[in-house]
């Protein structure tokens, strides 16, 4: 991996992706035979019937999604659905899930997802959620960790390009979100031109540690440039956060070459316990901005949304002290805090080195008025007075820093696709590994931490090319797992990922493996559509709406015959699945079905609408193999022509009817319900 510095010079300021490429296809050969080393097999090597060490989540990018590896064997161990539709389990397509992803643009299947990132307690990931941005609408999302299911989504308002983001405080009160696009704000029709006058950036701070509560707590009002990436201060720096900028040019046309003139940029350093003062003093305005939130109902297991319309906003000329300027060359994109929470790395995308800010030095050039200027009321401190080190000659095009824990930093090399490892304090690179090809993000288990679990690294690739067998012109993405517990770094494992990981997050497996839910109690299902035996199921119509109730369990639907149904009616069926056992799944899907399947958790309830449009007789099926007699695991449903005689019936108790019938007549009495009903 060596390049003369002219030539690094040269392709720093060429285009990222394209020299990236070329770069890394002329090297891939030669060094790939002899990374690996004898016994790599071995160390990845899960014997059936074991399981993996840690848990790994690795955002889906534009999937919208987040999937789940055992490490260190790289299995894909689940898919979590989140900003995008998934078919496979209905999430998304059924009434249950279809609120979570409700915006102010209305409902919006599909997102690109960045930035995984686990709560943390004390400064340590605790497994208890899972948080991920939505970079194209901007939103953040919240995972329960103890059934891996998305539970809660917040629309961020006033926000364009949510990517810096959902980054979390020591303690989870917050996560956070800046706006890549600066925009008019709110936002109107305005020429581009005036981008200077009216465009905007804003950093949100998102209350997190209250499931079903997330909420905007405050918006910092900025410049108009593009913030790109943020991390929290820990121990000395608890109470402060960072965040990178660039586009400190402000250009709004062809920013590839003119947002790239500056010299340095900035990291800005927010003091965050200084912004609640200022809000607590009543200096935050209340500002209109409309944004939706939405979350799972936690005893119907419904998802509600909610439709807000303001939001307090800082600015920081009316709170002196809340917001710094660090100087950084050039563009940077990352911005990591060593464990300690004293060395604040910024990884200039175009910069020759790799410049760590002291947050000591911070606080005395604070303390000292070190300013050079001043913008919008955020004071830009000397780059000479806030600056620790800058790591040389690094390699090109540094991204992502991760800590081991052990008082190293390892860095990717987009450019020069390598990691880098260099020591916290002397700045001097110890190590260097080739990776294939053209590394984002890397990951380190707890690696962004207080308290890393410094045995592997991962590298997350952009490029795959021939890594694996090929497959068209388009290839899965690629990681690489890598040993870091000795001297050297050691590849041991590539493995293809779904999407484009961007960020991953890792943590033990001991930490969340013993608190997974296994089923959900039938008693305790408080879905207004459940369904609890085999005799109270049955069809209900009032007006153009049927709803259909019926339950699901080895190796039946009861009932399985419904007749009535007429041509244009809006069908509900609500298909509760009674197994009382771990991992017994059942599905459901109609012929002709418009939307998606239904997947049945032990002891759920899950609603799917279906119109059927012609007369005739639909069969529904089991879509899950779950027994023996899966396959007579079966129904009809008789669809007759609107306006139709055929009386309303299912192959149920009459008894069990009419209580149907009654029940619902008192929902329609109380008022319940009007989500389903719309
Ligand atoms: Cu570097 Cu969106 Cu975190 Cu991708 S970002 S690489
Ligand atoms: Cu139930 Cu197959």
Request: charged share 20%; proline share 7%; with cysteine.
């Given at each position: 991996m060596h390049i003369s510095f002219r030539r690094s010079i040269w392709l720093a300021i060429a285009s990222l992706g394209s020299i990236g490429t070329l770069y890394a296809c002329a090297t891939r050969r030669s060094a790939a035979g002899s990374?690996?080393?004898?016994d790599a097999a071995a160390r990845v090597y899960v014997p059936p019937g074991s399981y993996d060490e840690f848990y790994a989540f690795m955002s889906g990018g534009y999937s919208g999604q987040v999937s789940v590896y055992g490490l260190?064997?790289?299995?894909?161990?689940k898919l979590v659905p989140v900003f995008s539709q998934f078919p496979e389990d209905g999430y998304g397509y059924n009434?249950?899930?279809?609120?979570?992803?409700?915006?102010t643009y209305g409902f919006i299947p599909w997102d690109d997802s960045h930035h995984p990132e686990l709560s943390q307690t004390d400064g340590v990931p605790d497994g208890r959620w899972l948080f991920i941005n939505a970079n194209n609408t901007p939103r953040i999302a919240r995972i329960d960790l103890t059934r891996f299911e998305t539970e809660e989504i917040l629309q961020i308002p006033?926000?364009?390009?949510?990517?810096?983001?959902?980054f979390t405080t020591p303690d989870t009160k917050y996560v956070v979100s800046a706006t890549r696009f600066s925009v008019p704000m709110p936002n109107t029709d305005v020429p581009i031109a005036s981008y200077k006058q009216n465009f905007k950036g804003n950093l949100s701070f998102v209350k997190a540690n209250e499931p079903g509560k997330m909420d905007v707590a405050f918006q910092i009002l900025m410049p108009g440039y593009d913030y790109d990436l943020g991390h929290a201060g820990k121990?000395?720096?608890?109470g402060w956060f960072f965040f990178t900028s660039y586009n400190t040019e402000q250009a709004?046309?062809?920013?590839?070459?003119?947002?790239?003139?500056?010299?340095k940029d900035f990291i800005v350093a927010v003091n965050y316990k200084r912004a609640e003062e200022c809000v607590a003093q009543g200096k935050a305005k209340r500002t209109p901005a409309e944004y939706y939130h939405n979350w799972v109902?936690?005893?119907?297991h419904e998802a509600k949304s909610e439709r807000k319309t303001s939001v307090p906003v800082i600015d920081p000329k009316d709170c002196a002290g809340i917001a710094y300027y660090l100087p950084t060359p050039k563009s940077p994109h990352g911005v990591d805090i060593d464990p300690t929470g004293e060395y604040i790395v910024g990884d200039g995308k175009l910069s020759t080195v790799i410049p760590v800010h002291s947050f000591k030095k911070m606080q005395l050039a604070i303390a000292a008025q070190a300013f050079d200027t001043t913008i919008d009321g955020i004071p830009v401190l000397k780059y000479d007075a806030v600056l620790a080190g800058e790591v040389q000659?690094?390699?090109?095009?540094p991204l992502h820093t991760e800590f081991d824990g052990k008082g190293y930093a390892y860095t990717t090399m987009f450019i020069s696709s390598e990691i880098v490892k260099w020591k916290l304090?002397?700045?001097?690179?110890v190590d260097r590994i080739p990776t294939y090809?053209?590394?984002?993000h890397l990951m380190i288990?707890?690696?962004?931490?207080?308290?890393?679990?410094?045995k592997y690294v991962i590298a997350l690739n952009k490029i795959t090319k021939d890594r694996y067998l090929p497959t068209g012109p388009e290839m899965a993405q690629s990681a690489q797992l890598i040993d870091i517990s000795g001297d050297k770094m050691k590849l041991l494992l590539d493995f293809p990922t779904i999407g484009e990981p961007h960020y991953a997050q890792a943590l033990p497996a001991s930490i969340i493996?013993?608190?997974?839910?296994k089923f959900q109690k039938l008693t305790d299902?408080?879905?207004?559509?459940?369904?609890?035996?085999?005799?109270?199921g049955g069809i209900v119509r009032t007006g153009k709406r049927v709803d259909v109730k019926l339950i699901a369990i080895r190796s039946h639907f009861a009932p399985d015959n419904f007749e009535g149904v007429q041509a244009g009616d809006t069908v509900y069926f609500h298909v509760?699945?009674?197994?009382?056992?771990?991992?017994?799944l059942h599905g459901f899907a109609v012929l002709g079905m418009q939307n998606s399947e239904l997947i049945l958790q032990p002891g759920q309830t899950r609603t799917l609408q279906w119109i059927p449009r012609t007369p005739g007789v639909y069969p529904f099926y089991c879509?899950?193999?779950?027994?023996?007699l899966h396959q007579e695991m079966q129904g009809y449903i008789r669809v007759s022509p609107?306006?139709?005689?055929?009386k309303l019936v299912a192959n149920v108790s009459k008894k069990a009817q009419a209580q149907l019938a009654q029940d619902r007549e008192h929902e329609k009495e109380h008022g319940k319900h009007e989500r389903k009903e719309r």
């Open positions: 990374l690996v080393t004898g260190p064997s790289g299995r894909l161990l009434e249950d899930t279809k609120a979570l992803l409700q915006t006033n926000a364009a390009g949510g990517h810096a983001s959902p121990g000395p720096s608890d709004y046309q062809k920013l590839e070459e003119n947002a790239s003139q500056n010299d109902d936690s005893s119907t000659h690094p390699g090109l095009g304090g002397t700045w001097e690179v090809y053209s590394p984002g288990p707890g690696g962004d931490s207080k308290h890393p679990w410094g493996k013993d608190k997974q839910l299902n408080a879905d207004p559509w459940v369904t609890r035996s085999e005799s109270d509760t699945n009674i197994e009382q056992d771990w991992d017994i879509t899950d193999f779950c027994s023996a609107a306006g139709s005689s055929v």
